[in-house]
C-alpha cells in the first residue's frame, strides 16, 4: 500500500475507535452527531482522491489517466451514495428505507470499476506478461459463476418479508456488485502480485455490502458494531481500488529498468 494511503487507513481506524468509545454518551437519534460523523467519513473518500490526483500528477502515461478518471467517478457516484445512506440526502417519501435507493450510484460506481479492471487485464494480456490462465476463457467461467453467485448472494441476505421494491433493488443490485468482484480475478490473473492490493479491494467491498444488506432492514436497530464493520470494510475497498492507476505505472516502472 502507497505510504498516504496507509496513514490514512490507519487514522481513519483510530477515528472510528473513538466513535466507538464515545456512542454510550449519544443516543443512536442524536442526529447532529451522526451528521458530523457520516461527513467526516464521506471527507475521506475525498482526500483518497486527492491523494490519487498527486499522485498520479506527474505521469505522461494516458492509460494511468485513463484509469484515474474511472477510479475517481467512481468514487464520486459512492459519495452520493453515501449521502443516501447516511439520511444527509431525505428520500423517505419515496421509500423509508431509503438506503436502498443508494444502489443506482453505487451500481454507476461498479460499472467503471469493471471497466477498469477490464482494461488494465486486457493491456497486460497484450504484453504476456503473468498471465496466468487464458484472459477469454477465465472470463467465460466469471460470467458462468456470476449470476449463480448473485442469486445465491440475494437469497441469503434479502428477507422474503422486504418490501418488493427493496426486493427489485436488491435483485439488480446484487448482479453488480459481484460482477465488480468476480472482475478482480480478470486483473489478480493478469498483474499477479502488482494487481493484488485493488483486486482484494473489490472482494472486500462485496463483503462490505454484504454485512450492509443483512442488516438493512434493521434501520437504527442495527448494532453500531456492524456500521462501524460496514464503514471499514467500505473504506478499505476503496482505499485498495484507488491502488488500480498506480498497477500500471509499477509497470511501466519495471518495463523501464530493464
Known sequence: ??????FLFLFLIIFESIVYFTQPYFTVTHKSYWKIIHL??????????????????????????????????????????????SYLIDLTCIIKTQSILSALPFSIAHILYIRSNYIISEKYATLNRHVFYPMQKLRKITLVVWPILS?????????????????????????????????????????GKNGLIPALGCVIFLSSDSIFGYFLMDGNNAPLWSS????????????????????????????ANK
Not at 1 to 6: E, G, H, I, N, V
Not at 174 to 182: D, E, R, S
Open 1 to 6: 500500500m502507497r505510504k498516504p494511503f496507509l
Open 40 to 85: 467526516f467519513e464521506m471527507l475521506s473518500l475525498i482526500v483518497i482522491m486527492l491523494i490519487q490526483k498527486k499522485e498520479i500528477y506527474n505521469s505522461k502515461n494516458d492509460l494511468s489517466t485513463t484509469l484515474f478518471n474511472l477510479i475517481t467517478t467512481g468514487l464520486l457516484f459512492s459519495i452520493i451514495g453515501d449521502l443516501i445512506n
Open 151 to 191: 442469486v445465491l448472494l440475494w437469497k441469503i441476505l434479502v428477507s422474503d418479508a422486504a418490501p418488493a421494491l427493496i426486493k427489485y433493488l436488491s435483485f439488480a443490485y446484487a448482479f453488480m456488485v459481484c460482477l465488480m468482484a468476480l472482475s478482480s480475478v480478470w486483473l489478480y490473473n493478469a498483474t
Open 228 to 255: 462501524m464493520a460496514i464503514w471499514l470494510t467500505y473504506f478499505t475497498a476503496q482505499l485498495f481500488i484507488a491502488h488500480v492507476p498506480f498497477v500500471w505505472e509499477r509497470t511501466l516502472v519495471g518495463e
